[in-house]
């Protein structure tokens, strides 16, 4: 009796797995080809913008509110570009770029941040970010003095074979000047 007990578990335990199998290949095509079918949903041949949830998705977020965020977003990216390459020109002989965000610049002044590079101040800020362009051997140093709230800063990219700087490293800094140290490129021989 024990022996037929412990078989039909088994058995219920092997079509539990199976279904389970199944169902979760069913769900991966399901979600593949949902996927598909709403990767444009604004075309014209489909008539899923008809559908309840995809209209109140598509009145929620118009598409000219859409247009113009990419609009200002690019119009940002251009002005920045245009700033380092004229930063770069001023700047001269700087081999490599430290970018620095700011990551809790909430309730604070930007312009009470002060990141200077061999005693002169750099002030081109975009957002949270702050490029600088550096050579070998430049000195840089975060001032936060007049900030009374601690503010994290963030490595985000380097370039130019930066060695003693490395991308995610992170800085914590209250009230207080704090020397990043002297930049070092790698050496090629």
């Known amino acids: 009796m024990s022996r037929g007990f412990y078989d039909f578990v088994i058995r219920l335990i092997e079509r539990i797995e199976s279904l389970l199998i199944k169902g979760t290949i069913a769900l991966i095509i399901l979600l593949i080809t949902v996927q598909v079918a709403l990767n444009d949903p604004l075309n014209v041949n489909l008539k899923l913008s008809e559908l309840p949830v995809v209209e109140k998705v598509l009145t929620y977020l118009p598409l000219e509110k859409l247009d113009l965020e990419y609009q200002q977003t690019q119009q940002g990216v251009a002005k920045h570009k245009e700033a380092s390459r004229i930063s770069s020109q001023v700047m001269g002989e700087k081999k490599g770029l430290i970018e620095l965000t700011v990551l809790n610049l909430d309730q604070v002044n930007q312009n009470n941040i002060r990141i200077i590079v061999n005693g002169k101040r750099i002030d081109n800020f975009i957002g949270n ?9 430049d000195r840089v140093i975060v001032d936060t003095r007049g900030v009374q709230r601690g503010l994290w800063f963030k490595v985000t990219d380097i370039s130019g074979g930066i060695q003693n700087f490395r991308v995610g490293e992170q800085i914590w800094i209250q009230d207080n000047l704090k020397s990043l140290g002297r930049v070092e490129f790698q050496k090629r021989y």
């Open 129 to 137: 970010q702050i490029q600088i362009f550096v050579s070998d051997g």
